[in-house]
């Protein structure tokens, strides 16, 4: 089969598309025939060695965590899904024909592929983040960098759960948000001011890792009311870092019953080709993101 690999560390011309063995569904797994992978800000970060102290990749490493599919191999104590199924959900090496799921669900009715591979880890974090930074129905949520896959998904969550969120991102991308049901304002220059009206906030979530976390622990008043997902330093400034998954199975399940319900829906920004993932890396790193980047097989 085909795969996208590294094997070392470094810029996005260090991935290749090889020659692979094809991986096999072991207990608790299923195997896909994958049709699209998403591309996630991770992907690149495991790539460049961001990740080399702390969980070092077995190089040479494959590339990927996303992916929707068909599945062709159901592993020994899988229940509730059955060969040429449609699903997505989280695994490894993903960027490529075939991957092992260790999470997953069905794809709601009329969602194609392209799109069903964009959602597992973004709504896993956005449910996730919501959750840990404790706002709740009522009050006013700071959301720092809200137009790529994670924010697009808090904003529609947030909204669902009657939570006002107000959201930064480019000139570009101010529409976008307002369609998200974001209040939404520009980063740069004065960006805290212009911010600071629509207040005061009860939380607030870094997501682009812009070097706000000051800015956003002043505008709630208590690093305690700040997550970030995107600045490793966060402690530094008496904010939490979060980056540890947490129930896959029931975020993916609940992602389908938004979906289904018309709650939520993310854009596919760009599709690239198994190919193009250096292209694909290039463009998520660049930032500016609406929505999603994906591979499609």
């Given amino acids: 089969m085909k795969k996208v690999s590294f094997a070392e560390y470094g810029g996005p011309d260090v991935l290749k598309l090889v020659d692979a063995e094809e991986p096999h569904a072991g207990p608790g797994r299923i195997?896909?025939?994958v049709r699209a992978a998403g591309v996630n800000p991770i992907d690149w970060r495991i790539r460049e060695g961001q990740f080399r102290q702390t969980r070092p990749a077995e190089l040479p490493a494959g590339?990927?965590?996303?992916?929707?599919?068909?599945v062709d191999e159901?592993?020994?104590?899988?229940?509730?899904v059955e060969v040429g199924d449609h699903v997505f959900g989280e695994g490894a090496d993903t960027y490529a024909e075939f991957a092992v799921l260790s999470a997953w669900a069905r794809m709601p009715e009329g969602l194609s592929f392209e799109?069903?591979?964009?959602?597992?880890?973004?709504?896993?974090?956005a449910l996730r983040v919501l959750r840990e930074v404790g706002v709740r129905p009522g009050q006013t949520l700071l959301v720092s960098g809200a137009s790529g896959g994670v924010g697009s998904a808090v904003l529609q969550i947030a909204r669902e759960r009657g939570i006002t969120v107000v959201g930064t991102a480019g000139a570009a991308n101010q529409d976008y948000l307002r369609s998200l049901g974001a209040i939404a304002t520009t980063y740069g220059s004065g960006w805290v001011e212009r911010v600071r009206q629509h207040g005061p906030f009860d939380a607030a979530l870094d997501l682009?890792?812009?070097?706000?976390?000051?800015?956003?622990?002043d505008l709630t008043g208590?690093?305690?009311?700040?997550?970030?997902i995107a600045e490793f330093g966060a402690a530094d400034f008496g904010v939490r870092f979060s980056g540890e998954a947490g129930n896959l199975f029931e975020a993916l399940e609940e992602a389908?019953?938004?979906?289904?319900r018309g709650k939520l829906h993310i854009p596919i920004e760009k599709s690239y080709s198994l190919a193009d993932a250096a292209s694909a890396h290039l463009d998520s790193r660049a930032g500016h993101t609406r929505g999603r980047r994906v591979i499609v097989i």
């Fill in 31 to 33: 195997r896909i025939a």
């Fill in 63 to 70: 590339v990927g965590l996303d992916a929707a599919g068909v």
């Fill in 74 to 80: 159901v592993g020994p104590g899988v229940e509730g």
């Fill in 115 to 125: 799109e069903a591979a964009g959602y597992p880890s973004v709504v896993e974090t």
């Fill in 208 to 217: 682009a890792g812009s070097g706000v976390l000051p800015d956003l622990v």
């Fill in 222 to 228: 208590d690093p305690r009311k700040v997550i970030s």
């Fill in 256 to 260: 389908a019953g938004l979906i289904s």
